[in-house]
């Protein structure tokens, strides 16, 4: 059988605010919507530091849940998804009656139980049903979630709107200053240091990020009352098409979903349509090393430096990279004792600060080179942005970064042990180079579960060459996600592909598990680095493994 076609990001509609034609809003239910008038919190920012830029929201109030006729019932297909679930977990904050369901239990779903949701296991028109007869003012459905869900077929059935994501944050956030972090990588761990910087700086900003950060006390959502909104803005299916930000970032632009997108090409394609739609006269924040980044806003000679042509007359453009023909640049990068990165700030080769990071790895570095930008673009002036930036350097430094971004599970004798979501070749190869600036002597043994057939047989090359950086390699079998093996690959292919360091397929976990803590064992106090990646259950490998070297070991 051959492999599915790909769709074209040219065949999506400019705006993608249907889920499919069978649940596309009709004219009357449109009517319907817009006499429900959903009420989300529209007001300015309460903080003179930032000024919000759509001035119009000066006067408006905050439209309280007690000065509601009933509380507004929206519920979630899909809801244990990262996306999913922040959304849910906002709309409770914001005052609204939540339930969701999704068709495996997780943490996230927990979370919401306990802070006032009713979810469910399993998806059933009966979760769309009170007592009393009344029916969900909205339906919000996940990307992963398909057109003949019964939840959705019953929603349509008795005129209860149904919003994909994509469409849904456009409702939600078209009222606030919108801030749109998107890229091919990187989105959330730049997404998540803006807007815990801002918090901090005093900024009553509103969030929501597509992963767990442990210092934000709601973990991936801030519920403020200002007029700034900062989102992880996600390119899979489409879904950032449906916002209007007044500042967008691109961290980069790569290859990823290869399920959705048939090449690189495709993914500048959407990427384009996405900075179209950002509001004339607002600000575009644009990673200048990445030339796939570069080559959205102008047609560029392979020659040609990229940062010195870019154009564009309805939005100012600022760039940021390592390279000093970047707006934003640092020198001098450096380790740091608490395992970063130190860096002399520059803007338009001026001196500006010094910034120190927690977080390891040139990625990084470029991360907190788009907040910088960012926060620089929302703030009237050039003085006021050095008159905060004391404070701005201040929080940088106390960021410790995102779940599963090179986290730190635990230390046994001579054994660390790492995770890390990465399970795309460019993910891999910053991860790599950021456990070699903490640990540049020590055995790193990386264990890596593909994720998806489709993105292993299409980027199986770039795959074989991101592990050089590794003393080891241990290949699992295929994470197939939403898939099925039509390409007839498996973790063995890339075991044996693998260039440089010595590589093994070892299928499952449990075995995985079981090889780390005999070799473990032998010698516990040799300096090793265990490091698993992947988007799958690879995770748990590490917090099994952590408990069974401590009741052996210790």
Known sequence: MEPPAVKSPLNYPAKCFSYSPAIMLTNRRQMLLRRRKLNYVRTASVTLKFPAVIKEWENCEVIDASERKRKEWIHFVGVGGCGLSALAMLALKQGYEVSGSDIMWNKAMDALREAGARVYTGHSELSLRKHNGSMPDALVVSSAICGDNVEILYAESVGVPVYKRGAWLGRITESYNLIAVSGSHGKSTTA?????????????????????????????????????????????????????????????????????????????????????????????????????????????????????????????????????????????????????????????????????????????????????????????????????????????????????????????????????????????????????????????????????????????????????????????????????????????????????PPSEFIPTLIQVLEMLVDQISKDPDHETVILTLGAGDITSVGHKLLPELQQRLL
């Open 192 to 500: 998540s240091m803006l807007a815990y910087v801002l918090n901090a700086m005093g900024n009553d900003l509103t969030a929501v990020i597509g992963a767990w950060v442990p210092q934000l006390a709601e973990r991936n959502i801030i519920c403020g009352t200002g007029g700034n909104f900062v989102l992880e803005a996600d390119e899979y299916d489409c879904c950032f098409l449906g916002v209007t930000p007044q500042i967008a970032v691109v961290t980069n632009i790569d290859w990823e979903h290869v399920d959705i997108f048939q090449d690189e090409e495709a993914v500048k394609t959407i990427f384009r349509k996405f900075i179209g739609q950002i509001k004339v006269g607002g600000h575009l924040i644009l990673c200048g090393d990445s030339l796939g980044a570069c080559s959205l806003v102008n047609k560029m000679d392979s020659d040609s430096d990229p940062s010195s042509i870019l154009r564009n007359d309805a939005f100012q453009i600022s760039t940021y990279g390592i390279s000093s023909c970047n707006d934003w640049h640092p020198l001098s990068i450096s380790p740091n004792c608490c395992g970063g990165s130190d860096y002399k700030l520059f803007h338009k080769r001026h001196h500006i600060a010094d910034i120190s990071l927690q977080i390891p790895g040139v990625h990084n570095v470029l991360n907190s080179l788009a907040v910088i930008a960012t926060i620089h673009a929302l703030f009237a002036d050039q003085k006021q942005f050095l008159s905060s930036m004391a404070s701005l350097q201040l929080h940088m430094q106390t960021f410790k970064g995102v779940s599963r971004r090179f986290e730190k599970i635990g230390t046994v004798r001579g054994c660390h042990i790492y995770d890390d979501y990465a399970h795309h070749p460019t993910e891999i190869q910053a991860v790599l180079q950021a456990a070699r600036q903490i640990f540049p002597f020590q055995e790193l043994i990386v264990i890596f579960q593909p994720h998806t057939y489709s993105r292993l047989a299409a980027l199986k090359d770039d795959f074989a060459t991101a592990f050089t950086n590794a003393n080891r390699v241990v290949i699992t079998e295929i994470y197939a996600a939403r898939e099925r093996n039509l390409w007839k690959i498996n973790g063995r292919d890339l075991a044996m592909s693998i260039v440089g």
